[in-house]
């Protein structure tokens, strides 16, 4: 019940094309439901979150659909571009967690030139 | 600007040796967290602490402990460290609102 699912482990995109990575979660206590990015050698960072009162988040190039009844959220990357590539990772938390966070197990996200 | 630092970027030591990975957080944040990170298997939590000399376990906490005795300070001790415990080590801190931020990992290599 606490495990966050993600797909695709590893993508390969074009400079210019739109990336998707899928993320399903089963515990309904969720409440809080990030996106962080990870370059090779760094420690992840916040890209964007999303509570699950808005079915959608933009910022920038960056957009998290929410679909509360199938328990699943994705992040959308528009114009991908090189710099983009990254691992990926979702995440979700729950007021039963404290302060805790599940986390998926990452996409590795290639851009090509 | 918020920093999480953590002591070394890598570290190689022999089976059996006792390893000490430092973390410090200059953000005054309340709760602190140890995550090791391996491929495939994502982001998993091995201890955390919500105040000065409280920790709890989290998923994986076998073969390791932790240490805070400041409340920028938390600290990971691998008592005797085994070659399944060659990972990333990933360091985080967060206030309790939702975010949460990491520092730039620990290679640790367990020859």
């Known amino acids: 019940q606490q495990q966050v699912k993600q797909s695709p482990q590893s993508l390969i995109v074009q400079k210019g094309g739109i990336s998707i990575i899928n993320c399903a979660y089963e515990?309904?206590?969720?409440?809080?439901f990030p996106w962080y990015q990870q370059f090779p050698g760094k420690g992840p960072a916040l890209l964007i979150a999303?509570?699950?009162?808005?079915s959608e988040k933009k910022e920038g190039r960056f957009t998290i659909s929410f679909n509360k009844s199938a328990k699943q959220f994705s992040l959308h990357i528009m114009d991908s571009q090189p710099g983009d590539s990254a691992t990926y990772f979702c995440?979700?938390?729950?007021?039963?967690?404290?302060?805790?966070?599940?986390f998926g197990p990452g996409t590795r996200l290639s851009v090509l030139p | 600007d918020v920093k999480v630092t953590q002591s070394s970027r890598y570290l190689v030591k022999r089976t059996g040796e006792k390893v000490f990975l430092e973390c410090v957080q200059d953000?005054?944040?309340?709760?602190m967290f140890w995550y090791r990170q391996d491929p495939g298997l994502g982001l998993r939590l091995i201890y955390f602490?919500?105040?000065?000399?409280?920790?709890e376990k989290g998923d994986i906490p076998e073969g390791y402990s932790v240490s805070r005795e400041k409340k920028e300070r938390f600290s990971l001790i691998l008592e005797s460290a085994s070659t399944n415990q060659t990972s990333m080590y990933l360091c985080?801190?967060?206030?309790?609102?939702?975010?949460?931020?990491f520092g730039p990992g620990t290679r640790l290599t367990v020859t």
């Open positions: 985080a801190s967060k206030s309790d609102s939702y975010e949460q931020y």
């Open positions: 953000m005054d944040h309340e709760n």
């Open positions: 602490s919500y105040d000065v000399k409280m920790k």
């Open positions: 999303i509570r699950p009162d808005v």
């Open positions: 515990n309904t206590a969720f409440d809080y």
């Open positions: 995440a979700a938390r729950g007021a039963y967690l404290g302060q805790n966070f599940v």
